[in-house]
């Protein structure tokens, strides 16, 4: 009886070893495919939107673009993104051309004759107003910064991006000294979100740049920017002696 022990011993320690072997191995494996989605989601999906966005561009641009000047007839293959080159030549030289005189002068008579179309003039002059108020005020920190408001009650923080300082009849009517302009995005598509007007006291202004904000917003905080406490106190205590 006690010559049959140790074979029992030997027999239960080597089924007891089996299976950690291969739940090691499905692991590696696991954390091998883990790794490589995360290096090849970004760049296929970075490929597909660009790839998506280029043949929008061309089937709307080609087209309209005569024959004589269509590399494609000339050249064996296709050549996808040509139309967005097109397009960015000719947005140019409309630039160019409004910044003359005689193109100042054409586009203003264009605005008086869309002025008079009850429909079209509403939609141009709020597109209008929008595209000048994100290009004009780029250099005063519009849409710039990142900050965090008490939403949608006190005790529950939301990140949002400070559009710019609130005045007009908005300011005037609040009763407040100064506001904010803030845009809240919604998670995972921060294209939407809400206008909000808060008291400047009550917004929050953060140091993390607006990629970084961004990248928390579409990933719904599973994706957090570092933030060195000594460096940021050390910015502030410089912008404020910049400021004295």
Do not use: H
Not at 21 to 42: C, D, E, I, M, Y
Not at 72 to 90: A, C, H, K, Q, R
Not at 196 to 221: C, R, T, Y
Request: negative net charge; contains cysteine; aromatic residues 12%.
């Amino acid at each position: 009886m006690s010559d049959d022990q140790p074979d029992k011993k030997e027999t239960r320690s080597v089924t007891f070893l089996e299976p950690p072997k291969k739940q090691k191995w499905w692991a590696n494996l696991r954390s091998n495919f883990l790794t490589g989605f995360v290096v090849f989601a970004p760049i296929s999906i970075t490929i597909y939107l660009v790839w998506t966005f280029a043949e929008f561009v061309d089937a709307r641009v080609l087209p309209l673009v005569p024959v004589v000047y269509k590399l494609e007839d000339y050249l064996p293959i296709s050549l996808p993104g040509l139309g967005v080159v097109v397009f960015f030549f000719v947005v140019a030289g409309l630039g160019a051309l409004t910044k003359g005189l005689f193109g100042r002068q054409l586009f203003r008579l264009g605005e008086r004759f869309v002025d008079r179309m009850p429909v079209v003039r509403s939609i141009y002059n709020t597109l209008k107003q929008i595209v000048e108020t994100i290009f004009a005020q780029g250099g005063k920190d519009s849409f710039e910064k990142v900050c965090m408001i008490e939403y949608p009650r006190k005790g529950i923080w939301a990140l949002a991006f400070i559009s710019t300082d609130t005045s007009g009849e908005v300011l005037a009517r609040s009763g407040e000294n100064a506001m904010m302009s803030v845009f809240l995005p919604t998670t995972p598509n921060p294209t939407s979100g809400f206008l909000l007007f808060l008291p400047a006291q009550d917004v929050v202004v953060l140091d993390m740049s607006v990629e970084d904000a961004a990248k928390l917003v579409i990933s719904a905080g599973l994706v957090t920017p570092p933030w060195d406490a000594v460096v940021a106190a050390e910015a502030a205590r410089q912008e404020t002696a910049a400021a004295e």
